[in-house]
């Protein structure tokens, strides 16, 4: 029974083709009458041009009576090889195919469940820290997980207690800040608590260089106007 089964699996070659031709012959000779046109020599002028374009077209001709030969003894010699592609492609490949595709619908929907479970349960514990911490604009996407199978569930909820307990961190350095309003809503934007307190600071320099600005300018005006009233004392 195994070897006959062994045999169905079997694709055995019963015969090479043989091939009969006379091209090295056919090669010399074709290679010897070239020669001889001696066609390096060949000039175009009026008087020669049409007996050229002749000689070019006798030799294409023949050019093409072999290449003719050879495609019609090359299509004879692919019909079985069409035939065995066509036949392996509907018999074994195709049968192959569907049963791969099922399995592979049914693998991705049990994993799909398998991960989405996981989520959620991750999720379900990142909503209790936020709760805990009275943290209330953090979304679940902020901690930026990507759930996989091979990943533990206990793993992720690690990196995501590590996440929220940073912002926690975060959150206390803020309010030691001078515009604690301001920098958090900076903080909002992208959970980078350095680049928050950096550009309130700029922001609240450029506001103080600006009032200086602003306030030596009036003092200035009002110079000049007691100079115009000549209270120059």
Do not use: C, W
């Not at 009458?33 to 009026?46: A, G, H, N």
């Not at 200086?212 to 003092?219: G, N, T």
């Amino acid at each position: 029974m195994e070897a006959e089964k062994k045999q169905e699996n079997q694709i055995v070659i019963k015969q090479l083709p043989s091939i009969s031709h006379q091209f090295e012959k056919a090669g010399v000779a074709v290679r010897k009458r070239i020669s001889d046109l001696e066609l390096d020599k060949q000039i175009v002028t009026e008087d020669t041009i049409q007996s050229i374009k002749k000689l070019r077209a006798e030799l294409n001709k023949e050019s093409a009576g072999f290449k003719e030969q050879v495609k019609t003894v090359l299509d004879e010699v692919e019909k079985p090889l069409v035939e065995l592609k066509e036949k392996y492609k509907i018999h074994i490949e195709e049968p192959y195919k569907e049963a791969d595709s099922l399995l592979k619908d049914k693998t991705g929907i049990f994993e799909f469940k398998i991960k989405k479970e996981k989520e959620n349960n991750i999720k379900e514990y990142f909503d209790e820290l936020v709760l805990s911490e009275k943290i209330d604009f953090l979304t679940f996407e902020n901690v930026g997980l990507k759930i996989d199978l091979s990943t533990s569930e206990k793993k992720y909820k690690e990196a995501t207690n590590t996440f929220v307990m940073k912002v926690v961190d975060d959150l206390a350095l803020i309010k030691t800040t001078d515009y604690e309003a301001e920098t958090l809503t900076e903080y909002k934007k992208d959970l980078n608590v350095s680049k928050a307190i950096t550009t309130v600071k700029t922001r609240k320099e450029a506001e103080a260089a600006e009032e200086a600005k602003i306030k030596a300018e009036l003092i200035q005006n009002r110079k000049t106007a007691l100079i115009k009233l000549g209270l120059n004392y």
